[in-house]
């Protein structure tokens, strides 16, 4: 079965999101800003989520995650708890 490990940041608009990912492109360190502003309990740990296969993670995140660019920052991504960036840093199929 398929598995990830992606970190993600989670903010309550797409305007908030949009603006951090553009800091991030422009040098900001990923982990630094999910502690900084993530909703996410992840956010303490710079957002990582760990591993996890299809079907843990709302659809919309999981479509993202296994099909998406290895560590290239995703997003926004809407789901039912807000907007997220998302950074794939592994992938097994």
């Known amino acids: 079965m398929a598995t990830a490990s992606a970190r993600h940041i989670l903010v ?12 991030i492109e422009g040098g900001k360190d990923f982990g630094a800003v999910a502690a900084e502003f993530s909703a996410c309990p992840s956010g303490k740990s710079g957002g990582a989520l760990g591993s996890f296969s299809p079907g843990q993670m709302v659809k919309e995140f999981d479509d993202v995650v296994f099909t ?3 560590n290239k920052v995703h997003g926004p991504v ?3 708890f807000g907007y997220h960036l998302i950074e794939i840093t592994s992938r097994k199929d």
């Open 78 to 80: 809407k789901t039912q």
């Open 12 to 23: 309550e608009t797409e305007e908030v999101c949009q603006d951090l990912k553009e800091q």
């Open 68 to 70: 998406g660019d290895l």
